[in-house]
C-alpha cells in the first residue's frame, strides 16, 4: 500500500521556523516529482513548492521564495520542507503529493499528483 506520511508541523511563532519531511512508503519514488500544498483555514488549497525526480528542478511559490526551501534524498524515499522566518498567514494544513511516473521537471498544479498524504498541521502564533 502506498503512503505519504507528513510530519514535523506544530506550533511556532512568527519568525520561527519548521521543516517538513514526506517519508513515502509501499513503492520507491525515486522517479516521481514531489510537491507541498497547503490549505489554510477557509482557503482553497494552493501550490507551495516541487521538485523534480532528481532534485535538480524546483519550484516554489514566488510569495515564499527566500522563505521556503524544498529538497529530497531519494535513498530515503523522503522529501522535506523547510520554512524559515514563518508568518501567520503560513498557518494551515501542509500536503505531499507525487506523482505516479516519470515527469518532466516538476509539475505546480494539483491534478498531476497521484499520491497524496494527509496532511500536517502548522500554526503561526503572532
Known amino acids: 500500500q502506498v503512503q505519504l506520511v507528513e510530519s514535523g508541523g506544530g506550533l511556532v511563532q512568527a519568525g520561527g521556523s519548521l521543516r517538513l519531511s514526506c517519508a513515502a512508503s509501499?513503492?520507491?519514488?525515486?522517479?516521481?516529482?514531489m510537491a507541498w500544498f497547503r490549505q489554510g483555514p477557509g482557503k482553497e488549497r494552493e501550490f507551495v513548492a516541487a521538485?523534480?525526480?532528481?532534485?535538480?528542478?524546483?519550484y516554489s511559490t514566488d510569495s515564499l521564495k527566500g522563505r521556503f526551501t524544498i529538497s529530497r534524498d531519494n535513498a530515503k524515499n523522503t522529501v522535506y520542507l523547510q520554512m524559515n522566518r514563518l508568518k501567520p498567514e503560513d498557518t494551515a494544513v501542509y500536503y505531499c503529493?507525487?506523482?505516479?511516473?516519470?515527469?518532466?521537471?516538476?509539475?505546480?498544479?494539483?491534478?498531476?499528483?497521484?499520491?497524496w498524504g494527509q496532511g500536517t498541521q502548522v500554526t503561526v502564533s503572532s
Open positions: 503529493a507525487a506523482t505516479s511516473a516519470w515527469v518532466v521537471g516538476a509539475p505546480r498544479t494539483s491534478r498531476d499528483y497521484d499520491y
Open positions: 509501499g513503492r520507491t519514488f525515486s522517479s516521481s516529482a
Open positions: 521538485i523534480s525526480w532528481n532534485g535538480g528542478t524546483t
